[in-house]
């Protein structure tokens, strides 16, 4: 109908142009020009994008040769090691910011990726490929500007006295025989390597991990969602009781059981987990197995009064009503106090102050709420006097110098400062840190010249730059840029700041857009972004699988 309406508007065009008198016909040539100009302009546009995106590409793709590691200047000046644990938000953004050939780097992880979490409750369903939003480490470091030592192994133990590391990888290896008659198949036992390390500096940036708040049966019964491994986890999960559910008849307590859906957890991971599983829920279950999908409930488990605590009033209440639109049933004021293998055993808080006990039954519980120091933080806060009390992460000065160290950094949610435990603050750490250590190691050289022979003048000269030097030495300063949080049926809610002057609140379809375009553009990769962006696309052709793998 548009199309033909469209053809006859241009035929009409034309004609007018034909009958036109002789006076038009420079009005008509105009025209003609003007349409030239602009699909030439249109086809250049095109052309010189696709350039640009094939040339980064091929720049990803086929890295420049690096320096490599030497132990000393060449100005005789012994060449720091610097060790950075973790490739999280935090340590990726000081590899990629640091210029890498001022120190002997050295990344220990035992994940050889980094993992983009803002899209991961994004991949239980299959709306992003996990393979799309991680990046191998080799990658970032083969781009840096010096050789980058990569080992994949978990730190286990850290001596800040005499500097060393310890590390460990574990391998799984087959034994020598089966142990059956049949020799179908050979145990396994997990062998485990360890090894030390040197460092002049290190860098703590191992994240967190769940926290259960020493709630009973959480960590027995729950599913996280932190690594690749939890979205796999829940993905098999959610399959599991929709197809145990199936063969039950309708009306029977245990498949209304298994088909319940808890969430527990209202800050951004937990809506968004919510939003997609009834995303996933309406938009393809429905299609393929409505039987059950009229009957799958999604519930959120929030202790607070309201979800995105940090998000402004109007954009919660906002939640609030899509949510409720979208059949999910919030339920905030409820604090967790037991979780069974069948069972949430909540308390929930009603508005005259009264508390009632309630019982939320499950197939899938998903705990998305809460972060606890990793065994190697704990390890670390145990030898230093002044993280004695350091439950909740280390505890860091305004350069983020661990208090009572000299020589070791701490960034992101392994620390405890402030600021909130987001990708967003150890974005901004990393890129601070890697200016401080570019900065420190600027001190080291002008001592060591300073040290060296030669005239006075020059000596006097370099001293005054040295203590201008030190003096630069900037603590760190956030710049909260916003919040971002998809809710659910194409809708996101976005809290932004733009400078120190205004702050930018809304929430619908457009914002939504807005969502996807600013997690595109913080994809550390092209590939990264492509792979996103033909993900969506296959999703908006084809929808989600419902297979289980």
């Given at each position: 109908m548009f199309r033909s309406a469209g053809v006859r508007f241009f035929l009409a065009l034309a004609r007018k142009f034909a009958q036109s008198p002789q006076g038009a016909a420079p009005k008509a040539g105009a025209f003609r020009k003007t349409l030239r100009a602009a699909v030439g302009v249109l086809v250049l546009s095109t052309a010189a994008a696709v350039g640009y995106l094939g040339y980064k590409v091929y720049k990803e793709s086929y890295p420049a040769d690096q320096s490599k590691q030497v132990s000393t200047?060449?100005?005789?000046?012994?060449?720091?090691?610097?060790?950075?644990?973790?490739?999280?938000?935090?340590?990726i953004s000081l590899l990629k910011n640091l210029d890498t050939s001022l120190y002997n780097v050295v990344v220990v992880s035992p994940r050889n990726y980094f993992l983009f979490t803002p899209l991961l409750p994004s991949c239980p369903t299959g709306t992003v490929e996990l393979r799309s939003i991680i990046e191998p480490v080799r990658a970032i470091t083969r781009k840096c500007s010096a050789e980058v030592i990569y080992l994949e192994a978990e730190a286990t133990e850290i001596?800040?006295?005499n500097n060393k590391l310890t590390i460990k990888q574990s391998t799984t290896v087959h034994s020598g025989h089966s142990g059956t008659d049949t020799g179908s198949s050979k145990p396994t036992v997990s062998e485990d390597i360890s090894t030390s390390l040197q460092y002049d500096y290190l860098v703590v940036g191992v994240g967190a991990q769940p926290s259960t708040f020493g709630i009973p049966g959480v960590a027995e019964h729950s599913t996280f969602l932190k690594e690749v491994s939890d979205s796999i986890k829940i993905r098999r999960r959610l399959m599991e009781v929709i197809e145990a559910a199936n063969i039950l008849p309708k009306g029977d307590p245990e498949r209304k059981r298994l088909?319940?859906?808890?969430?527990?957890?209202?800050?951004?991971t937990g809506v968004e987990v919510a939003g997609e599983l009834q995303d996933y829920i309406d938009q393809d279950l429905r299609k393929w197995m409505p039987e059950v999908a009229s009957e799958l409930k999604v519930t959120l488990v929030e202790a607070l009064p309201n979800v995105l605590n940090m998000f402004n009033k109007k954009l919660v209440d906002y939640t609030k009503q899509v949510f409720q639109d979208t059949n999910i049933d919030l339920r905030t004021n409820t604090m967790v106090k037991k979780v069974d293998d069948r069972a949430v055993i909540a308390q929930t808080k009603a508005q005259d102050g009264s508390s009632t006990t309630v019982e939320i039954p499950y197939g899938m519980l998903i705990w998305a709420t809460g972060n606890a120091p990793r065994p190697i933080v704990r390890d670390l806060s145990s030898k230093i006097d002044e993280q004695k009390n350091a439950r909740r992460g280390l505890l860091v000065d305004d350069k983020l110098l661990v208090d009572g160290s000299n020589n070791i950094f701490a960034l992101g949610d392994c620390t405890f400062t402030k600021f909130a435990p987001t990708?967003?603050?150890?974005?901004?750490?990393?890129?601070?840190l890697a200016q401080h250590l570019k900065r420190l190691d600027d001190i080291e050289s002008l001592k060591q010249k300073i040290s060296a022979p030669g005239p006075q003048d020059n000596v006097d000269r370099m001293s005054k730059k040295l203590v201008k030097l030190e003096s630069s030495l900037e603590p760190f300063k956030y710049n909260h840029q916003g919040s971002l949080a998809y809710i659910g049926s194409e809708r996101a809610v976005a809290d932004l700041v733009w400078g120190d002057w205004s702050n930018v609140s809304t929430g619908g379809t457009f914002t939504y857009l807005f969502w996807r375009s600013a997690y595109i553009y913080m994809c550390l990769s092209v590939k990264n972004q492509?792979?996103?962006?033909?993900?969506?696309?296959?999703?908006?052709?084809?929808?989600?699988?419902?297979?289980k793998e």
């Open positions: 200047f060449e100005d005789g000046r012994k060449k720091k090691t610097l060790v950075i644990l973790g490739s999280g938000w935090g340590s001596d800040p006295i088909l319940s859906i808890v969430v527990c957890g209202g800050g951004p990708a967003q603050v150890a974005f901004q750490e990393g890129i601070f492509i792979l996103v962006c033909l993900d969506w696309a296959k999703i908006a052709m084809f929808g989600r699988d419902i297979s």
